[in-house]
């Protein structure tokens, strides 16, 4: 009876061992890329804000429609910037007045200067026939030193009036320059009440409605270009360091089914998003579907290396990162190119290997 039971378990064994799963490594095309996601976008997509806060008063698109560089989009109500307008308007023009009007300071400034020079000319005359009796011992001391102190002193006022009047003009002329820039300044504000287009293109998105409340911080519009599109790709950090511009991309859209259109790797932004813990990077098409639309989403494998006859075996063969099981046991392998499914051997094992699936 013991003896039986033992047969019996050895052929179990015999059995169990003969049904594992064997397979011979196999040379074939592979292909190792970089999975992201996909969303397409017009190029040069941007939105538009108001440069003040107000009312909308009108949207003067509808979504959907052409629009050329300078193209009106919306139109804002606020009387705020006006109002600027006009005091910066009325304060250069008194900045002008002061500075070349009939009433300027100069004017004044002028006449004091041409006053305080005659009288220099005549403290000047009376000091020198003072000095020249003086000279001759004719008349008082005192009598010369007031000649010379008032020559000096009408001097002396009229060098500090000319000072003055230097300085002043010079004052005048800043604040006139001021205030042209602070109205020259008021009048793009007041001109800023219609939002126009920076592009040619198509109106995709009008965020508000007439009548409500805008500001500066909050869009107002999205435009972008109406024929050509742009692929945003999300890759995954660990997978950012394998790529080059120029790589080619293989892109598959939830619109258009198994289809799948290829493209260029152009452009690679450096910063990560901290949220998602990805980089954005961007494809063109090289050959685009017929009809794109904002916000299609899809999926890219964007090809690192490709090889042909590559030894390759199923990745579920493999045993702690870079083992096979084979009928001798385990064995060191070193792995080349894989992709999801499969992965190159490059030394350790040939193809006339048989190697065993682990046991699960």
Known sequence: MRNFFWINFLFLFISCGSQ???????????????????????????????PVGGILDFNLLEEGDMVIKGTPIVQIVNNTPKLNSDNARLALEMAQANYSGSSAVLSSLEDEIQSATLTFKNDSMNFIRQRRLWDQNIGSKLEFENRKLAFEISGNNLKQLKNNYVLTRKELATKVQQARNNYASSKISTQDFTVASKIKGKVYALYKDPGEIVNT?????AVGSASDFIIELLIDEVD????????????????????????????IYPKKDERSQTFKAEAIFNDPPKSLFPGLAGEANIIIFQKEEALTIPKEYLMEGNKVRTVDGLVDVVLGLQNLDRVEILEGITETTEILKPEE
């Open 240 to 267: 950012i360091v394998k790529l080059d511009l120029g790589k080619n991309v293989l892109i598959t859209l939830d619109a258009y089914g198994d289809q799948v259109f290829e493209a260029k790797l152009n452009k």
């Open 217 to 221: 911080m909050e869009p107002l519009a």
């Open 20 to 50: 594992q799963e064997k397979i011979f490594p196999a040379k074939q095309h592979l292909t190792e890329s970089v999975y992201a996601s996909v969303t397409v976008q017009p190029d040069s997509l941007y939105q538009a804000y108001a």
